[in-house]
Every structure is written in C-alpha cells, then in structure tokens.
C-alpha cells in the first residue's frame, strides 16, 4: 500500500457512519443548516408509549433547510437507527410537509430542491394506515415538486430503502446510492417469510447484496450514481446532479423499457447477480 492511498484512506470521512441529522449539514453547505420542526418542538408519535415503546423527539425524521452550492436546498433525513428508520404518521407529516412546501417555494420564485436521504424499511407496522397514508402524501410532493427542480434520492446505509418508501425512491428524479446500500421492494426477512428459505435466505449477506445492493441497482439501471462511502464523493456528485436539472425523462416514466427487459427474465431459475445484470443491458427509452 503505497503513501498515497493511505493518506487518501486516512482522509475519508464515512457517510454511513453519521446520524440523520449529521448527514443532513454534512450536505448542505457550511453554516447554512437550520432545522425545522427540531426535537425541541416535541412533536412526536402519540401511537408509540401506547405500545410501551420509547418515542424519539423527532420522531426519526430530520427537516433541514439551507444552500447546497450556494443554492436553496431542503435535505429530509430518517434517521435509520430509531425504529428501523420506519415512517409513522408524524415523521411522514414532516417529509410530505417539506416537499410540500418545497413546490410552494418553486410557485413563489424561490427554486428550491429537495434531497431525500433514505435509510427505511417502508411503513411503520405500529402505526399501520396512518403510516401509509403519509407515505402516499410523499409520493404525490415528489410528483409535484419534480415539475419545477429535480428531487434527489440518496440511500447510503445498510438499513436501506424498502416498503412503500422504495417506491417513493423511484419517484425522485435522480438515485445515488452506496456499496452499502440496498433497495428494494420488500425486504430480505419479508420475502423468505412469503417464498422459504430455499427462495431467499435473509442471513445470506452476499447473496441479498448480490441482488439489492448499491453496486447491482446500478448496474441494473434503477439508480443513476454509485459512490464511495465518503462525504465529500457523494456532496460532490449530488451536486453535480443537481446542476444537471431535471432529467429529460423520469424513470417512473420510463416503464416500458423495464417492463421490456423482466419479460425476458426466466422466472422458472433461481434469480442470480449475473442473470439480472444481462436482463439490464442496453440501451435506455
């Protein structure tokens, strides 16, 4: 190892290593960081102590306003250590809130963007319904805010985005992720309950990463950017995303190319990595 890596290696600051509200200024540029709805607001889950679980002062979500490159910004954080970074009917009030708010700044004359940074495994089982119907408030702000600036999606840890959230992932107008990463629909510990451990072993670290992780989303074209686990890589290209504006077409809208290539897929095999790379192949509509 030669001088050079080590002192590349000595200088790396991990992302996935900082809390969400750590993550959230890390991103924005420096003293712009202002937080809305803090913890001091004491707006927290009423469905949580009826369960005898602890709630969190922020509920797991962090609101940050400020300037990234110099531009106005809102960076929406969960927080994946409380709760599995699961959405009730507060934390999810105060993302669909902010994007919300975030279009209105755009109809104002104020270009605001948004960035999502997503460590979740989907609804919160405790808050059920309501965690659901704030989840599809968040789509339909994602939706909406997208006309005017792009809305960027970062999942960074090995928490990951699933559930109804990995939906709103491919939603956003761009998706970085990490090595780390994961996303997907449903996760590991859901599917072998549904299909057998013969179908999919949630213990199987390689394997899951194999097929839900950052380097193989990429390369399956669900995300846009794969990057180190290292905060000023990942501030840097999301930067360079946002200076791309808004894409030419949205994913979401691009579902016949999709649709195309899962045709071709032989459900009849065991999924592999190197099967879903081949089915991904080619040229995007």
Not at 122 to 133: D, I, S
Request: one cysteine or more; glycine letters at 10%.
């Amino acid at each position: 190892m030669t001088d050079a890596t080590i002192q590349r290696l000595l200088e790396q600051r991990s992302f996935t290593e900082l809390g969400a509200r750590q993550r959230a200024r890390a991103l924005l540029d420096a003293g712009s960081f202002r937080e809305l709805v803090d913890p001091f607001a004491r707006l927290v889950s009423p469905w949580l102590p009826l369960q005898g679980i602890v709630p969190q002062a922020d509920d797991g979500v962090v609101v940050a306003k400020g300037l990234i490159d110099a531009q106005p910004a809102v960076v929406i954080a969960i927080e994946g250590a409380f709760q599995g970074g699961s959405l009730g009917e507060v934390g999810g009030a105060k993302i669909a809130g902010a994007l919300e708010l975030a279009a209105q700044d755009n109809r104002d004359g104020t270009p605001t963007r948004a960035v999502l940074l997503l460590e979740t495994g989907g609804v919160r089982l405790q808050e059920a319904n309501l965690g659901l119907a704030a989840i599809a408030e968040i789509q339909a702000a994602i939706v909406d805010l997208r006309q005017y600036q792009p809305v960027i999606g970062l999942v960074a840890g090995p928490v990951g985005c699933f559930g109804g959230m990995s939906i709103a992932a491919g939603l956003c107008s761009y998706l970085l992720v990490t090595r780390e990463a994961r996303l997907g629909l449903n996760g590991p510990q859901v599917i072998e309950q549904e299909a057998g451990i013969d179908e999919y072993d949630s213990r199987d670290r390689p394997f899951i990463w194999s097929l839900t992780g950052g380097e193989q989303r990429h390369a399956s074209a669900l995300v846009d950017r794969y990057v180190a686990d290292d905060v000023e890589p990942i501030r840097q290209t999301l930067i360079e995303l946002l200076c791309q504006g808004k894409p030419a077409l949205e994913r979401s809208r691009r579902h016949a190319w999709f649709l195309e290539r899962l045709q071709g897929v032989d459900t009849r095999v065991q999924a592999d990595a190197a099967a879903v790379r081949s089915a991904f192949q080619g040229e995007q509509s």
